[in-house]
């Protein structure tokens, strides 16, 4: 894969996303979260690259998002998000299994079945699942420890469920197409009846009292009875130890910021990787406050992988929420010197500098976030506190204005991008991000 990560859409598409909310029907919303960690996105592109391979697709050109949630369920929009609900992940109980849904949803993408339900909304009278789903990849800016991105996403809309929804046809074919994409990587296909059989207990179960997973991807006996004959006639694969463990990280992250302290304190020593459990383990302290325990764990952790960024990402945080500013600034540093183009590194790189009153160090850290990354709420609000401190109040207004325009508050953002314009130099790269905030709220306005 590629080092540095794609953006995942391009600001015009961002601002699209956003007018896309114009046209929404508008039922109650449920607000929801994007949940953001170096560590467990890339664990998560471990584990999908083979099987994105597999079907064909280049893996850094597809993006596994995390959504906190957790009820159980997988989906995608397009042909470059794969979005997998946390809950979901934290169920599962190996790499082979959360490796059958990234291959089922890759099948969906593959075998082009998104593209026929866009045309099909594109001409429905009620657009308010497509609205919500392109609105999904613009995000907001969250206040959950381990950064989170805000939606406003109505996984309860019966609009949204019809968007998501596939038919059962569609759910045959991938079926058989992800089993195929499994053998192609040598994965063991069993994980993929695995995860099915999660799902059978709630076959005589009311639509309501479903997880989101039965109803977009629709069950019954006989799509297992088939999945399971697919199967037994396919080539078995042994685990792969790579990936058992990638998985153990991307799970032991979620859990231990998601479930209560104790509750991983209780269950880290279980833990088949050492490593990982001091992580979880620094994790729990940390929110206990402990930062005598969080550092000693965490830094046994880092002995153990001395090389490996997102260890010292983590301590970083550590430090940084336990307002230790300067040692927080060491640690990001060396993190950064390990994975320079790594956006929520330099992020958190920006935010420490900027704790240090170092607004020079800060920005230009934040800027190299930004160039990789543009759609992070966060960073654009740690990019106005910089710019601001710098006193280009310029700069300062457009990334505010940014900032506004992917959380959907279009009147603010116009409002910015006008202080912005008038600001910067007419016909500049920075003048021209402004003209087009502008031109995407005046636009919301007329529809």
């Known amino acids: 894969m590629s080092e540095t990560p794609v953006p995942s859409m391009t600001l015009s598409r961002l601002l699209a996303a956003i007018l896309a909310l114009s046209l929404l029907a508008a039922a109650p919303l449920r607000a929801a979260t994007f949940l953001r960690d170096a560590d467990m996105e890339y664990a998560l592109k471990q584990l999908a690259a083979p099987v994105l391979t597999a079907a064909g697709l280049t893996p850094s050109q597809v993006q596994i998002v995390v959504l906190d949630d957790s009820s159980l369920n997988a989906f995608v929009t397009d042909a470059r998000h794969i979005f997998l609900h946390s809950g979901l992940i934290m169920k599962l109980d190996s790499a082979a299994s959360l490796q059958s849904v990234i291959a089922h949803e890759a099948a969906h993408i593959a075998n082009g079945h998104i593209a026929r339900r866009l045309a099909n909304m594109r001409s429905a009278r009620n657009a308010a699942g497509l609205g919500l789903a392109l609105a999904a990849v613009a995000g907001a800016s969250g206040a959950d420890p381990n950064v989170a991105l805000g939606i406003a996403l109505g996984s309860q809309s019966a609009s949204q469920r019809r968007f998501f929804s596939h038919t059962r046809a569609e759910e045959s ?68 130890a790579a990936a058992e463990y990638w998985f153990a990280r991307a799970k032991g992250k979620l859990t231990a910021f998601k479930r209560a302290p104790g509750w991983t304190l209780r269950r880290a020593g279980s833990d088949p990787y050492k490593d990982v459990a001091l992580m979880r383990q620094a994790v729990a302290y940390h929110r206990q406050s402990d930062l005598r325990r969080a550092l000693k764990s965490i830094d046994a952790a880092i002995a153990m992988r001395p090389k490996d960024p997102y260890l010292l990402e983590l301590k970083g945080q550590i430090l940084l929420e336990s307002r230790q500013f300067k040692a927080a ?42 160039g990789r990354d543009f759609s992070d709420p966060r960073l654009l609000r740690d990019l106005a506190v910089a710019y601001a401190k710098l006193g280009n109040t310029g700069m300062a207004s457009l990334a505010t204005a940014e900032r506004y325009a992917l959380i959907g508050r279009l009147t603010d953002a116009e409002l910015h991008a006008g202080r912005a314009a008038d600001q910067l130099p007419r016909g500049s790269a920075p003048w021209q991000r402004a003209q087009d905030v502008l031109s995407a709220a005046k636009q919301a306005k007329r529809r």
């Open 173 to 240: 074919s991938a079926d058989i197409a992800s089993v195929r994409y499994m053998v192609r990587a040598g994965i063991d296909p069993q994980g993929a009846v695995d995860t099915i059989k999660h799902f059978t207990g709630q076959l005589n179960l009311n639509e309501s009292r479903l997880d989101p997973y039965a109803v977009t991807h629709p069950l019954s006996r006989d799509r297992l009875r088939a999945l399971e004959a697919l199967v037994a006639s396919a080539p078995k694969a042994a685990p792969n």
């Open 329 to 370: 600034e060491q640690v990001y540093s060396a993190a950064a010197n390990r994975a320079p183009r790594e956006p929520l590194i330099l992020g958190g790189l920006g935010r420490a500098r900027l704790a240090t009153g170092n607004a020079k160090g800060a920005l230009q850290a934040l800027e190299g976030a930004r």
